[in-house]
């Protein structure tokens, strides 16, 4: 039972498919469980007008997030994917130049299209399993910089000590190759960062400025952006 003065987090992410996935956290003194909503379709996306210059930015803004994402995957894989990230950046300034001569909808409608059928692309990539463990690697450190930076000095010492402990056993799990047991860590690293920010909201422009800095804002848009709302009963 959820009881007045119980606090409800709101875990979201929107991938590249524009399916929404979300957890609901609940800490009180009767409950403390997190639940899976299970993934979502956002009728939003589906009602995106493309007409005109508002058309020809939410084009761009899909291949701007798709460029984004790219250069996050040629830092984390480097020589192991330079090949396909060539290609697919090919794609991307191909998109762009089409971008720049058209303002038709149905173009900026393929084009952002084909933007999010690149971002699905980079998923594939990163999800093989040759490469997850650099992926998930490089977001374990990514959070922990971000962590030290932004949030530690007032974290306190048991936040503080908890992350940490996550973040010993995220690099133990993908050393033994235990990656599930690595994301369940790094989710929970990611919670102990939104909450914190959440507690301070002077600090919150700083969290989100520091996240963008470092890189990892599309992930965990991903992965953050995206991640979490504080609703208190």
């Keep these: ?8 987090y709101v875990y979201w992410t929107l991938d590249e498919n524009g399916l929404l996935d979300c957890e609901l956290e609940i800490k009180g003194q009767a409950i403390a469980r997190r639940f899976k909503t299970g993934k979502m379709f956002t009728i939003q996306r589906a009602k995106q007008n493309f007409e005109g ?12 997030t798709a460029k ?15 090949a396909e990230v060539a290609e697919l950046e090919k794609q991307i300034e191909r998109h762009r130049v089409d971008l720049r001569h058209s303002y038709e909808a149905d173009t900026s409608r393929s084009i952002a299209e084909e933007g999010r059928a690149i971002r699905q ?23 922990v ?8 000095p007032t974290a306190g ?24 047991d690595a994301k369940k860590s790094i989710s929970e690293m990611q919670g102990i ?19 963008r800095m470092n890189g990892r804002w599309q ?9 979490s709302k504080k609703a208190t009963q």
Aim: a neutral charge; glycine letters at 6%; one cysteine or more.
């Design 157 to 180: 010492t048991s936040a503080a000590a908890r992350f940490d402990q996550l973040a010993r056993q995220a690099r133990g799990s993908i050393d033994y190759g235990s990656m599930e």
């Design 219 to 227: 992930s965990t848009r991903r992965n953050t952006t995206d991640w």
């Design 68 to 82: 984004e994402e790219l250069d996050e995957l040629r830092r984390t894989l480097g020589p192991r994917a330079a």
């Design 1 to 8: 039972m959820i009881r007045r003065g119980d606090s409800v």
């Design 121 to 143: 692309e980079i998923s594939k990539i990163k999800g093989r399993r040759e490469n997850v463990g650099y992926v998930l690697r490089a977001e374990t450190e990514s959070l």
């Design 53 to 64: 210059p508002e058309g020809v930015m939410l084009a761009e803004t899909t291949i701007n």
């Design 193 to 211: 960062f939104l909450e914190r920010c959440s507690n301070n909201p002077a600090s919150l422009s700083t969290c989100s400025l520091t996240w």
């Design 145 to 152: 910089e971000i962590f030290n930076s932004a949030i530690r």
